[in-house]
């Protein structure tokens, strides 16, 4: 079945420094690839999305490749604030499975000042 | 901007009694959700509606669980008898062709 696998925080990071988290994924056909955000006691907001191999996605400084090569969606951000500390969680949508999200496990990031 | 809504944000109820949770989805979308997340875990599908029937379920939603969309407005998912491990953030989604899903804020429910 599908699944997604994301790297395990903490992440712990000063302001300004650059964010990876990795995201692989296993899915059959061409899966739509998302990262949603949940920032402390709130609900899960799209971060950002992308459609097809290749494609990058981007909002608010952060980027993601949909890499087909290597299943995988990692996301980055060049310098970040501390209003960035959350939870990410990277996901996937198969229109012929019914078009639910499927996520990973998410990664909490801590950013200090 | 339109938005999903839920209520209530926090629900507290005692083992074995009967909990239902209320979605007010965006208006003009056609497809909705409802997902979980256990505390630490990660968000779980649990079942999608469309056209006032479900459309897919995952194994977690067991007999225990329904969803109904009442009147047109409201998307309600009840829990017949609560067990302990029902416990989590329950999620709403909703959406609409070709789009991504907007989640509601959660309802936290615990069962004790």
């Known amino acids: 079945g599908d699944s997604v696998t994301q790297m395990e925080g903490p992440v712990t990071l000063s302001e300004e420094a650059f964010l990876t988290i990795n995201c692989t994924y296993t899915?059959?056909?061409?899966?739509?690839l998302f990262w949603y955000v949940q920032y402390p006691g709130e609900g899960l907001q799209l971060l950002l999305k992308?459609?097809?191999?290749?494609d990058k996605g981007s909002n608010k400084g952060f980027e993601a490749t949909y890499r087909k090569e290597t299943t995988s969606f990692h996301l980055e951000k060049g310098s970040v604030q501390v209003s960035d500390s959350a939870v990410y969680f990277c996901a996937l949508r198969r229109e012929a499975a019914g078009n639910k999200l499927t996520f990973g496990g998410g990664t909490r990031v801590l950013v200090k000042p | 901007e339109p938005e999903v809504t839920q209520t209530p944000s926090h629900q507290v109820t005692q083992m074995g009694q009967e909990v239902i949770l209320r979605c007010v989805p965006i208006s003009n979308h056609l497809y909705f959700y409802w997902y979980r997340q256990i505390l630490g875990q990660k968000v779980e599908f649990l079942v999608s509606f469309y056209n006032n029937e479900i459309s897919e379920k995952s194994e977690i939603f067991d007999d225990q669980f329904s969803v109904e969309r009442p009147d047109g407005s409201n998307f309600t998912l009840k829990i017949r008898s609560t067990k302990l491990e029902d416990s989590a953030m329950y999620f709403c989604?909703?959406?609409?062709?070709?789009?991504?899903?907007?989640f509601g804020p959660g309802t936290r429910l615990t069962v004790l």
């Open positions: 989604a909703s959406r609409e062709l070709p789009n991504e899903q907007f």
């Open positions: 992308a459609t097809k191999a290749d």
């Open positions: 899915a059959t056909g061409y899966p739509s």
